[in-house]
Nanobody
Framework: QPQIVESGGGLVQPGGSLRLTCAAS????????VGWFRQAPGGDREGVSC????????HYADSVKGRFTISRDSAKDTVYLQMDNLRPEDTGVYYC????????????????????WGQGSLVTVSS
């Protein structure tokens, strides 16, 4: 059964780093725009970052710009979210989401179309 597998979450101190991984099982991410959402305890789900199918376009929420980096490895058919200089407010469940989008859709508006598949990966930033 096709699914998405997220990994890489955990407990880290403020200022630390984590790398989240999104991989597909039973199918390929190659043609898909891929993004990450997060949901803090008691909060709404928000878009964090996304990357085009080619990897040439990326977008970041203002709250993570300069600290998070999204990338994709076509050989491994995997998308990564490198999170540096983590803050307590980055705590939440991070979800990988995908969408098959035409190039005419601006990357900044991709979040509207992205569909969450996985169970999420918990990131806790605390001292």
């Amino acid at each position: 059964q096709p699914q998405i597998v997220e990994s890489g979450g955990g407990l880290v101190q403020p200022g630390g780093s984590l790398r989240l991984t999104c991989a597909a099982s039973g199918w390929s991410l190659a043609l898909y725009t891929v993004g990450w959402f997060r949901q803090a305890p008691g909060g709404d789900r928000e878009g964090v970052s996304c990357i085009s199918s080619s990897g040439g376009l990326t977008h970041y929420a203002d709250s993570v710009k300069g600290r998070f980096t999204i990338s994709r490895d076509s050989a491994k058919d995997t998308v990564y979210l490198q999170m540096d200089n983590l803050r307590p407010e980055d705590t939440g469940v991070y979800y990988c989401a995908v969408a098959l989008l035409p190039k005419s859709v601006p990357i900044a508006t991709s979040y509207t179309y992205l569909e969450v598949w996985g169970q999420g990966s918990l990131v806790t930033v605390s001292s």
